[in-house]
């Protein structure tokens, strides 16, 4: 009978509520990592499998460059140990979130881990894409060095860009941006360390293969230049040696001035685009009536993902992927 009594105690100690943060503790020590934006946040989970908590603070669908964080932003922020996010100015806002939220998490910053390009100065400006391409074409050269190539430009005397901040949309960079994440996550969680490892470096094996698909199906398009609605496509560009025309809108957000969209209206003309390209995460008029003006058909190009038809890195590529081929055929 005391036997009994004693079983039921611990028994009943064991469900107090008191007790289950204590005796709970390793079953709740999944770390929670926050991710600033969709594309990134699926890698993340990727990597992360069954052993993180993942969660996204951009939903799909908003402007990747702006964020008002709501208070249950804040609270999945502050109880995270690791942040992820893509640093080079495009989403300063997690930086200032994780900063006043959790000070003293981890944050990777994924875009400071590869080699960067620097914005064009002028998105119109069709001249320096031309050269810069002559001499890409020059060389034939299939291991183009992306970081030599930033470093010569800054090694230049003129004026250039701030780094473009879009690094995500070449699956090449991608992949050097989940082995990092991998990394991270094994230093949050040493525990799952192994599991980070493998799952990042089958996710790697996945994005090279992405990118040897993207690779042949690009160079199978008959025309290589496009004429993209914001900044964001040039590193994807870069990668496949195609060219960005023009960006309609330069700076997201902000309407072009007129003479500007003639510019733009004028490079579209003359070089016979065949099509021009809005984004999911802004507004499409611009684009529509640019598109309407110069008589030629509008498609979509998602930058960032996290519709049915985007709901992951891979699928968002090989979504643009067929939007290129069904316009640049
Ligand atoms: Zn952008």
Redesign the pocket.
């Given at each position: 009978m005391r036997k009994l009594v004693l079983v039921f105690v611990a028994l009943a100690l064991a469900l107090l509520p008191g007790c289950s943060k204590g005796c709970g503790k390793k079953a709740s020590a999944r770390p929670s990592v926050v991710v600033s934006i969709y594309p990134i946040f699926d890698l993340v989970r990727e990597v992360a499998g069954p052993d993180a908590d993942v969660s996204l603070l951009l939903q799909p669908g908003k402007n990747?460059?702006t964020f008002d964080p709501t208070p249950k932003d804040i609270e999945r922020a502050a109880a995270a140990s690791l942040g992820v996010m893509v640093g080079l100015g495009?989403d300063p806002w997690m930086e200032k979130l994780m900063k006043d939220a959790a000070p003293k998490a981890r944050l990777l910053q994924v875009g400071q881990r590869v080699p960067t390009i620097n914005i064009k100065e002028d998105p119109v400006g069709d001249e320096e894409v031309d050269k810069a391409l002559e001499a890409a074409d020059a060389g034939h050269d299939d291991d183009h060095d992306h970081g030599d190539a930033a470093k010569g430009h800054d090694d230049h005397d003129h004026k250039v860009g701030a780094p473009d901040?879009?690094v995500w949309l070449d699956p090449q960079r991608a992949r050097i941006m989940v082995n990092a994440i991998g990394e991270e996550l094994s230093k949050a969680d040493s525990a799952h360390a192994l599991g980070y490892r493998q799952r990042a470096a089958a996710l790697e094996g996945r994005l090279d293969a992405l990118d040897k698909e993207i690779e042949g199906r690009t160079k199978a398009l008959s025309r290589k230049g496009f004429v993209t609605f914001?900044?964001?496509f040039g590193y994807f560009a870069d990668r496949y040696k195609l060219r960005i025309l023009a960006v309609i809108e330069p700076f997201?957000g902000s309407s072009p001035s007129s003479e500007y969209v003639q510019r733009v209206l004028k490079v579209v003309k003359d070089k016979q685009v065949p099509a021009l390209f809005s984004e999911p995460q802004l507004d499409p008029r611009p684009a529509k009536i640019l598109a309407d003006e110069a008589k030629v058909p509008l498609g979509v190009l998602d930058?960032v993902g996290g519709g049915p038809e985007t709901d992951s890195y891979e699928k968002m590529i090989r979504y643009d992927m067929a939007q290129l081929e069904k316009y640049l055929k």
């Open positions: 990747e460059h495009l901040p879009h914001h900044g964001s997201p930058p």
